[in-house]
């Protein structure tokens, strides 16, 4: 279900892709609807491929729609668009049992109850598909306001060029988080950047100039500890910084793979596994032409 290798088609190059949408029309700048509190490819694992779809070797993209409470709990969800019986359902039980939002908020800041919509791109993985191992990784993802005032969003995997992902305005780690809207509010070309970082502890992080010439806006750090079996016994966050200029997004937290099954393959023996991640954004206005 889950292709973990390092491409740069996004976040983690995965082959069961997290199509995220913003989820309520904004009639006010300081209103939105509900956002996932964290990448939402860490709600599904390999194992939620359900196996009688494995066997009919059902596939496809299931779109579905989730009412979420003022508490950022979902209440119910409803496909939109089917692609097999099975992974419908097994869409729905996900987003129920696993997903979880910062509250919609009105027009006063106020939470409320909103509703979210997304897809699930199911893809039958080879038969030796897994988790990587885990090894120092570098994803950075831009979102660009240019003087004609179009907005794309391109990726950048482990300190490789650029690569703009199609009609997305936001994606990878900035789906969802509002950049588009602040760079289209500032009203002048320039780019926010957010790069993603994990480094095993003993081992030399992957260096990138993603972020030359750009200011740092915000920092989130923290410190792994990982089980035997690739999940994420332990994330303890070490430290969270915003610096100006201020701007209204959506972040995922550093912390944000907590609870995945598989975040990295497994290994033999009891040992604990040990690594720094951190999340970092910046602002860099675009040179005039």
């Known amino acids: 279900m889950l292709s973990w290798r390092r491409s740069s088609s996004g976040c983690f190059g995965m082959l069961l892709v997290l199509l995220a949408t913003a989820a309520m029309p904004q009639p006010a700048a300081t209103a939105h609807g509900p956002v996932p509190d964290r990448p939402g490819a860490s709600w599904i694992a390999d194992s939620d491929y359900p196996a009688s779809a494995r066997q009919r070797e059902a596939s496809g993209v299931v779109r579905y729609r989730v009412e979420v409470g003022a508490d950022g709990v979902p209440t119910s969800c409803t496909i939109i668009r089917s692609a097999d019986a099975d992974l419908d359902r097994t869409t729905c039980n996900v987003m129920m049992s696993r997903a979880h939002f910062q509250p919609a908020r009105d027009g006063d800041g106020h939470a409320v109850a909103g509703a979210y919509t997304g897809g699930v791109n199911w893809i039958l993985p080879p038969a030796d598909d ?160």
């Open 130 to 289: 897994g988790a990587p191992p885990l090894a120092p990784m570098r994803i950075a993802n831009a979102v660009r306001l240019d003087e004609r005032v179009n907005v794309t969003c391109s990726v950048s995997m482990n300190g490789g060029p650029f690569g703009v992902r199609g009609a997305e305005e936001e994606c990878g780690f900035l789906s969802g988080s509002g950049a588009a809207q602040a760079l289209r509010a500032a009203a002048r070309p320039a780019e926010l950047i957010l790069v993603y970082s994990l480094v095993p502890e003993g081992e030399a992080a992957i260096g990138g100039n993603e972020a030359a010439g750009a200011t740092l806006i915000s920092e989130a750090t923290a410190q792994l500890a990982i089980g035997p079996e690739g999940g994420v016994a332990e994330c303890r966050p070490a430290a969270v910084r915003s610096f100006p200029p201020q701007m209204a997004l959506r972040i995922p937290p550093a912390c944000w793979m907590q609870g995945q099954p598989s975040f990295v393959a497994p290994v033999a023996g009891p040992q604990t596994r040990r690594a720094a991640t951190s999340i970092r954004v910046y602002y860099r206005r675009s040179r005039s032409h």
